[in-house]
């Protein structure tokens, strides 16, 4: 078969697993060696022990599938909704919920369409990192950057905020990935969209504060611990991004 019949055969895949579980998906692929050359360091010693005895093998010719599956609306509608001076954290909670819904859904499919094209599933971010680290940076050698493989696929481009921002789905996405070394036509990545819009950076004062703040990410990290949600998550920004941003007309969950 060749690349680009492949790659129709493995995104009806992936939109047949995002119809069993109700969801919504995109998919990119971008060069295994361009990933792995886009990755920390640290992380790149966390690919090569994924990768094991196939590692230079996927150099020389794999791939990295990059997957993703979009939140519901309700679930973004129910982060960080003001009550009586304060939030509303049982209903933000429902959004923490779909965090873990989108997880397991994730590993669950990556799981399975790894197997079918003789891959290695590269699970979405573990749940539970923020509360058993001290500080952020040792979260990095820890896991292989989703993010570096959907913005190289062109599933979406980096905002402001760090995330994927997706053309359709805004940032309220989650990814997974799946290497291999199935011949598959890469999927070109996309130019910045964000421009001039500060929705993301106006929703929150860490990012706002990014370039004077020693270390926002550590910030943000604190911040979430201290919600005290079941699952570490946020989501403020994801939130003012698909409801704010300049291209709120075109996000549609």
């Given amino acids: 078969m060749t690349g680009d019949s492949n790659i129709e055969t493995v995104r009806r895949d992936l ?3 995002a119809s069993m579980h109700g969801l919504k998906s995109v998919l990119g692929v971008a060069p295994f060696r361009e990933v792995h050359d886009g990755l920390l360091p640290v992380q790149r010693t966390k690919l090569r022990e994924i990768a094991g005895e196939r590692f230079d093998s996927f150099m020389e010719g794999g791939s990295f599938i990059s ?3 979009a939140y519901p609306e309700e679930a973004i509608d129910a982060i960080a909704v003001e009550i009586g001076g304060g939030f509303d954290l049982d209903t933000w909670r429902f959004y923490s919920d779909w965090y873990d819904r989108l997880n397991q859904a994730l590993n669950e499919t990556s799981s399975a369409m790894a197997e079918r094209i003789g891959g290695i599933s590269i699970p979405a971010t ?3 990192i923020a509360t058993k680290i001290e500080h952020v940076e040792e979260y990095y050698p820890l896991v292989v950057s989703h993010r570096v493989a959907a913005e190289l696929s062109g599933v979406g481009w980096r905002g402001k905020n760090g995330l994927i921002v997706n053309p359709r ?3 309220a996405i989650r990814l997974a990935s799946i ?4 011949p598959l036509e890469r ?3 996309l130019q910045d969209g964000c421009e001039g819009c500060t929705a993301c950076l106006d929703a929150c004062p860490f990012l706002a504060n990014k370039d004077r703040l020693e270390n926002y990410r550590e910030q943000c990290r604190r911040y979430i611990v201290s919600l005290g949600l079941e699952h570490e998550v946020c989501g403020k920004c994801i939130k003012a991004c698909y409801r704010e941003s300049a291209h709120g ?3 549609r969950l």
């Fill in 126 to 128: 573990a749940a539970g």
């Fill in 67 to 69: 997957i993703a599956f």
């Fill in 249 to 251: 007309d075109a996000f």
């Fill in 169 to 171: 789905y805004s940032c």
């Fill in 15 to 17: 939109e047949a697993e």
């Fill in 179 to 182: 290497i291999t070394d199935m």
């Fill in 187 to 189: 999927t070109e990545p």
